[in-house]
């Protein structure tokens, strides 16, 4: 699968692969994880403050490790396999489009900056790119977008409503 892009009006056309748009999803995971570690207030004095008293950074860098790892592992197999593969790392993305949103949301409500705001801002726009210059195209079906939407809420919902929720209080 490619995905066509072209600035200018003089039939040059650039061609990038949709893996490289999902290893851009990689990336920005790993800005999103430097950015709730370093910047105020802190993911993990937050998710402690707010949620979970126990919440440290070694599990915060434990469950990135994880998911990070997921992600990584996601675009290999779709590389390596192709086909309906592409809903796994879709899939994965997907759950970082809807981590973005609570980062939104929480700002909003907040009326502070929830550190990973900024990064989820590039994990919106590699969405614009799969919707505009793939599913668009053709290059990913209709079905296999509604599948990969489908299974990253799922995976947001696991993510997010125990630790908002206070059902992860008494994990140690």
């Given at each position: 699968m490619?995905?066509?892009i072209?600035?200018?009006?003089?039939n040059?056309?650039?061609?990038?692969?949709?893996n490289?748009?999902?290893?851009?999803f990689v990336i920005t995971y790993v800005?999103?994880i430097?950015?709730?570690?370093?910047?105020?207030?802190?993911f993990?004095?937050?998710?402690?403050?707010?949620y979970w008293t126990?919440?440290?950074?070694t599990?915060?860098?434990g469950?990135?490790t994880?998911?990070?790892?997921?992600?990584?592992a996601s675009v290999?197999?779709?590389?390596?396999v192709g086909?309906s593969?592409?809903i796994?790392?879709?899939?994965?993305a997907?759950?970082?489009i809807?981590n973005g949103?609570?980062?939104?949301?929480?700002t909003i409500?907040?009326k502070?900056?929830?550190?990973?705001?900024?990064s989820?801002v590039?994990?919106?726009?590699l969405?614009?790119?799969?919707?505009?210059?793939?599913?668009?195209?053709?290059?990913i079906?209709?079905?296999?977008?509604?599948?990969s939407?489908?299974?990253?809420?799922?995976?947001?919902?696991l993510?997010i409503?125990p630790?908002?929720?206070?059902?992860?209080?008494n994990?140690q």
């Amino acid at each position: 699968m490619n995905i066509v892009i072209s600035a200018s009006t003089d039939n040059s056309i650039i061609v990038v692969p949709i893996n490289l748009i999902l290893w851009g999803f990689v990336i920005t995971y790993v800005i999103h994880i430097l950015e709730e570690s370093i910047l105020p207030e802190v993911f993990v004095d937050k998710v402690k403050r707010l949620y979970w008293t126990q919440y440290n950074w070694t599990k915060f860098f434990g469950f990135n490790t994880l998911v990070l790892s997921l992600n990584i592992a996601s675009v290999i197999t779709y590389e390596s396999v192709g086909g309906s593969w592409i809903i796994f790392p879709l899939s994965l993305a997907c759950e970082r489009i809807f981590n973005g949103f609570y980062h939104l949301v929480e700002t909003i409500l907040t009326k502070t900056f929830s550190s990973g705001l900024l990064s989820s801002v590039i994990t919106w726009i590699l969405a614009y790119i799969i919707v505009r210059y793939s599913l668009m195209k053709g290059e990913i079906t209709l079905q296999q977008l509604v599948i990969s939407i489908s299974i990253g809420v799922v995976i947001f919902l696991l993510m997010i409503v125990p630790l908002v929720t206070g059902k992860l209080r008494n994990i140690q």
